[in-house]
């Protein structure tokens, strides 16, 4: 008993940093949703006070001037765009270079490094005169194979020590029952590395979801806006009005907070195997 | 693709050797196949535009016309004149030092407190988490609008209260720390996530053998955790700088570079020559001397993971 207050005790100081982040994490957040259900002098008035009355009309309005309805609709056929292309092209290619067997694979491995650590700014210029001469510009594919371009390297690296993890002898077993490289990967490895596919479809969904530069410079008929491009077309038409702004705010938060907190496994792994040298 | 032969007798025990020869090479010739479509994808997105911008920076392309005309390198001597570049460049820096040092500094101690408190772990690490994946657009305007605005912020709350507080983004010389302040809070439970991973790793025997030693938790934390999560560490360090040269998103959101370019990025400057002022050849060369930092980055970041590639 007194062991274990002592022990509460030493670990005071902690909880209350660990507590005093978690508010300034969770701050924000809290005055989005607050605000959200304001109006527009209550706003001015006083942003940290609890609304008087619920307002949820401005959750109408918001969905109706950043026309939420289509920007959705464009985020889901990005972000699908995206994650399809990468999984298509990532999966075979980290294969590849986790078994080792070509030579190239290590110079392949040195350009994919090189081209994460590319400045979108270094190809973003030329990139941006070809789609426009191509008609391509506010086409949503288009946009979503850029992204996936750009998350192909990361892609790779995380799938690559998936594969590296599965044990030799699934595959070789499979070879000497006479299966040829496309059946061994088709139905023997895929399904072996699916839990990296999915972790992988997160973070790389995550990334086209959130995308901001690209998608502001080459989405530009309003009928192509992503959810995060309508959203910011309502801080030129109700800067004045901060309650709708928020409300905006909030529906583009609610859905990705939601799946993060479903999907939290894969998408700290995802950020984990990435990272973390052993 | 004649390096397949030399790669083939590696596999052993192969009782018809020439029959296993020809289908091996089949089989390695497939893993190019396998290997094109991510390639060609990330050539003709990244490598191929990124070298035509090399060519461009040396010529006075407005991104429409057909036929720019070749200027050496007036575009470099000019951006380099400008003080402007030197401002988003000192400023490339400034943001550098901070995320090197203020992100790293709260991600390794709150990594340290959870890596002691089992159980609250789970819920603090989604907590902190929660800004990270939400959409640079959303923190920035909540920030702008919430926070820092004299109107409906809480700096303006504060104001009518009688504090006089200005807002920070209104003044050049806090400007930078304001929007840097919304990146870090957005960005620093990824590093966490990171290092309370690789924390986690730590081999239990050691850390038993310093308690045994009767070593205090700082000397645990400086001789066990510390050695032990250095590639960690040294690849977040690298990974932080590149990211830093390359900063965009809260920048434009907040600022747009104001006021008077005080914030100013490398990344800000180039667009606005692009899709402001249509000065393709100096955005580009303004691309290249980021591309050098990201390749310096990328360098330190390819001998770092080539080793542990290389297992």
Redesign the interface.
Known sequence: MRKSREQSLRMMPGNVVLVVLAFTALLPIFLVFLNSLKTAPEVVRNPLAFPAVLDWGNYVEAWKYAKFGTGFKNSVLLTGTTILVVLLTAAPAAYVLAERKIKAARPVMVYLMVAMTVPIQLFLFPLYAVFAKAGLISNVFAVGIIIAAINLPLAIMLLRTFFLGIPKELPEAATMDGANTFQVLRHILLPAVSPGLITVGIIVGLNAWNEYLISVTFLQSESSYTATLGFLSLTGTFAVDQGVLMAGAAILILPIVVLFLIAQRSFVDGLVSGSVKG | MA??E??APVIKNARDKSAKKTTNKN??R???L??A???I??M????V??A??AL?SVTDWN??DMSPNFVGADNYLEIFGDPVFLTALKNNIIWTLLFLTIPVA?GL??AM??L??KR?RAV????????Y???????A???L???Y?P????I??LNKQGFNIPSPLTNMDTAIYAVAAVDM?HYW??LL??YL??LR?TPIEQIEAAQIEGANSWQIFRNVYLPSIK??MQ??FV?IM?FS??T??YI??MTQGGPAHSTEM??TF??SF??ATFQ?GK??A???V??LF??V??IL??K???K??DE
């Open positions: 390096q397949v030399a790669v089989r390695y497939v893993h190019y396998l290997l479509p991510a390639l994808l990330s003709s997105i990244v490598l535009p990124g035509f911008t461009t991104g429409i709260i101690g709150v407190l959870l002691k408190r609250s603090f690490q989604v907590i902190f988490l929660l800004p994946v939400m959409a640079a657009v959303t923190n305007m909540v920030w609008n919430m926070i605005s109107i409906s912020g809480v303006g709350f809070w439970g990824f996530v990171v991973a690789a790793q590639p960690t690849l977040m990974m590149i040269f390359l965009f998103d434009f959101l490398l990344s180039a667009y692009a899709f393709f955005a580009a303004v691309g290249m980021m591309g990201g390749l980055g990328s970041y390819t770092m993971s080539g542990a590639a």
